[in-house]
T-cell receptor, first 111, second 115 residues
Framework: GQQVMQIPQYQHVQEGEDFTTYCNSS?????IQWYKQRPGGHPVFLIQ?????EVKKQKRLTFQFGEAKKNSSLHITATQTTDVGTYFC???????????FGQGTTLQVKP | KAGVTQTPRYLIKTRGQQVTLSCSPI?????VSWYQQTPGQGLQFLFE???????NKGNFPGRFSGRQFSNSRSEMNVSTLELGDSALYLC??????????????FGPGTRLTVT
């Protein structure tokens, strides 16, 4: 079945360093969404990308959607302790439309 | 606008019992999805309801069931609980079905512990 994979699973960085998580789908996606879950919290919607090659920025966060619409990335510049959490990508199944989540990348930031 | 609410927030049950969890979506949202989250398995899709109809179902046994009411509120039921059912159960609502370009809004979850 359709799969959405994320790497790395875990990332520890020093505060101020950059961070990138990658998301790869086994099939073409109509759109991709990113969510952030703080420790002890619930996933919170960050952004949605729809167009091939689309790049969107939210302050220090840069999101990209690949040209083939099968991969995406989230890059955080100069991480802060408030960036700690698990970042999930999710895309709709081409068959059923149900949202398929990646396994998530857990980011730890050392102050 | 009020967010997604889930009740109860915490629950402790014994193996073999059954449990019903409730989710109230954001006003105006007609799609409700349920997920099981465990440390080892991440976010696993259970089912999605839209306009009182189950639209999608994940790979869970028949012990897991759900329904949606005319006011879009949803319930999920787990019968004959097993230890492995211990997890955080998240409900998420969106305006339209998830296959369209609508983001999901998650509730705080129900933490279920089966002993």
């Amino acid at each position: 079945g359709q799969q959405v994979m994320q790497i790395p699973q875990y990332q520890h960085v020093q505060e101020g360093e950059d961070f990138t998580t990658y998301c790869n789908s086994s099939t073409t996606l109509s759109n991709i969404q990113w969510y952030k879950q703080r420790p002890g919290g619930h996933p919170v919607f960050l952004i949605q990308l729809v167009k091939s090659g689309e790049v969107k920025k939210q302050k220090r966060l840069t999101f990209q959607f690949g040209e083939a619409k099968k991969n995406s990335s989230l890059h955080i510049t100069a991480t802060q302790t408030t960036d700690v959490g698990t970042y999930f990508c999710a895309g709709p199944s081409s068959n059923t439309g149900k949202l398929i989540f990646g396994q998530g990348t857990t980011l730890q930031v050392k102050p | 606008k009020a967010g997604v609410t889930q009740t109860p927030r915490y629950l402790i049950k014994t193996r073999g019992q059954q449990v019903t969890l409730s989710c109230s979506p954001i006003s105006g949202h007609r799609s409700v999805s349920w997920y099981q989250q465990t440390p080892g398995q991440g976010l696993q899709f259970l089912f999605e309801y839209f306009s009182e109809t189950q639209r999608n179902k994940g790979n869970f046994p028949g012990r897991f069931s759900g329904r949606q009411f005319s006011n879009s509120r949803s319930e999920m039921n787990v019968s004959t609980l097993e230890l492995g059912d211990s997890a955080l159960y998240l409900c998420a609502s969106s305006k339209e079905p998830t296959g369209l370009t609508y983001e999901q809004y998650f509730g705080p979850g129900t933490r279920l512990t089966v002993t």
